[in-house]
């Protein structure tokens, strides 16, 4: 419960900062979101500029609104975006750069844009991931980070894990503020998934913490009320693995 508590405090101090500091950017108030910021296409610049990004094919971006000029990076630069729909709802899209007009990639880029041009598409037919990017609340120099507090990246990450399109050895970014970084271990869960590079509007880290990884999902941490309001969990569920609880 401490480190619960202890979490939730980082998150509402980060948030207040950004806030009183005129960081935020829309939407706001960014309490209980993943916080836009001041210099997002800064810190997307240093991270589609470095060579990690330049060999990936297929790079799968949080919805949310500081990663839309990552989104938007990825497909001017001729790479198949995927992104999950908000709240794992309706599953995942697919953008193919080659079938969306390079006029309509910032467009496209934005949720509203990405449910128009995008694809939905079963996680079966997804080529593996090269690189994903996380939103973060807040992020530790060694790697943990702390998302809004609904575990939806971590979702996303355990059904990709589960259909064989990401694994331990795929890299996890996320662009943050330079508030937004840490210099102090952040407790995990057990469901939870570190990163290994942050990028912020003046520069890019290594994180030098040890690697988590969950392999698949945790089910015995995930209520029933969870499961039903994601239809791809409630068929993993049901296809799979309905006898693990």
């Avoid at 790479?79 to 193919?96: A, E, H, N, Q, Y």
């Avoid at 694809?119 to 530790?140: K, Q, R, Y």
Wanted: proline content about 7%.
């Amino acid at each position: 419960m401490l480190a619960r508590e202890f979490r939730e405090g980082i998150r509402r101090r980060i948030w207040s900062l950004m806030e009183s500091e005129n960081i935020a950017l829309f939407p706001r108030p960014v309490y209980g979101r993943i916080p836009n910021f001041v210099g997002a296409e800064e810190a997307t610049y240093k991270f589609v500029h470095g060579e990690l990004f330049k060999k990936a094919r297929v790079v799968k971006v949080n919805p949310d609104a500081p990663q839309r000029a990552v989104r938007e990076a990825v497909l001017r630069a001729g790479k198949v975006l995927i992104m999950p729909t908000p709240r794992i709802s309706k599953g995942f899209l697919i953008l193919d750069p080659r079938k969306i007009p390079g006029y309509l990639h910032r467009e496209a880029s934005t949720i509203a844009g990405a449910l128009r041009y995008g694809t939905l598409i079963d996680p079966d037919d997804i080529l593996e991931i090269d690189i994903i990017v996380a939103g973060s609340v807040a992020v530790s120099i060694y790697g943990e980070r702390l998302g809004k507090g609904e575990g939806y990246s971590e979702l996303e990450y355990a059904i990709l894990s589960e259909y064989g399109k990401v694994s331990e050895e795929t890299p996890i970014v996320t662009t943050v503020h330079d508030v937004q970084v840490l210099d102090l271990h952040i407790p995990l869960e057990p469901w939870d998934i570190t990163v290994d590079y942050i990028h912020t509007p003046s520069k890019s880290i290594k994180c030098i913490g040890r690697r988590q990884r969950p392999s698949g999902i945790l089910w015995h941490y995930l209520e029933r009320e969870k499961i039903e309001s994601i239809p791809l969990l409630k068929k993993l569920w049901t296809t799979r693995y309905s006898d693990h609880l």
